[in-house]
């Protein structure tokens, strides 16, 4: 028997019915956030996964007592560290919305940045702005070529996610709004990928007297 199996039983007994509707309707109690922590703490990546689907749904900062809270985010910190790559980056979505509890956020943020697993990547650019400094982007400058891409639909066009991404949160740090133009790359085997181009961002920085000089239309 599964760790998770307890959980699942609150939701009809499987994992097809498993939605954050079903979960939301469970009635809160302390038993069912032991039974969410004890699934946590499996060695079983698949009773880690349903736990931390449930987690998502329910746990928050305003909701967990003090105990409960402490546990929690030292599990998460270990899946982060420790945990198989498909469990690290719901670990650090957890972490990031827990972090006024976790005391060294800033550097765990600042590490997931370069990590070799772009879900946790997409995570650390989500909590990016709680911990930056004052006009800090130079962190971000790494997503400029991340190679991370998707498609926007179904068999549809493909984009370099993180790499617009990150210059969103590059102008919301900075506070401004850099002109926008679509630059392509071609794939081996023949598709491109689109993104949004980085040069206005380092446009930004050069000396104002440079700047009427540049005309992004012409590049």
């Not at 899946?79 to 800033?106: E, N």
């Not at 790359?185 to 491109?192: A, F, V």
Request: charged share 30%.
């Amino acid at each position: 028997m599964r760790r998770s199996d307890k959980l699942l039983s609150r939701v009809g007994g499987s994992s097809p019915f498993l939605s954050k509707e079903a979960i939301r309707k469970i009635p809160w109690s302390e038993e069912l956030a032991d039974e969410i922590q004890d699934a946590l703490e499996s060695p079983d990546v698949l009773d880690q996964k349903f736990a931390l689907f449930f987690a998502e749904t329910l746990f928050h900062p305003d909701v967990l007592d003090a105990a409960h809270e402490a546990r929690f985010v030292s599990r998460m910190t270990t899946l982060l560290d420790c945990g198989s790559d498909p469990v690290k980056p719901y670990a650090l979505r957890l972490l990031v919305r827990f972090h006024a509890r976790v005391v060294d956020f800033r550097e765990r943020v600042m590490k997931a940045l370069g990590s070799e697993e772009a879900g946790v990547r997409h995570e650390a650019l989500a909590g990016y702005e709680l911990c930056c400094k004052a006009k800090e982007v130079e962190p971000l400058e790494r997503f400029e070529h991340d190679p991370y891409y998707g498609e926007i639909a179904m068999g549809g066009p493909l984009r370099f996610d993180l790499r617009d991404e990150a210059l969103s949160v590059i102008e919301r740090v900075l506070g401004v709004g850099f002109t926008r133009f679509q630059k392509v790359e071609s794939l081996p085997g023949g598709r491109n990928v689109a993104f949004w181009s980085w040069e206005p961002y380092h446009r930004s920085k050069q000396p104002p007297w440079r700047k009427w000089f540049w005309n992004p239309f012409h590049r």
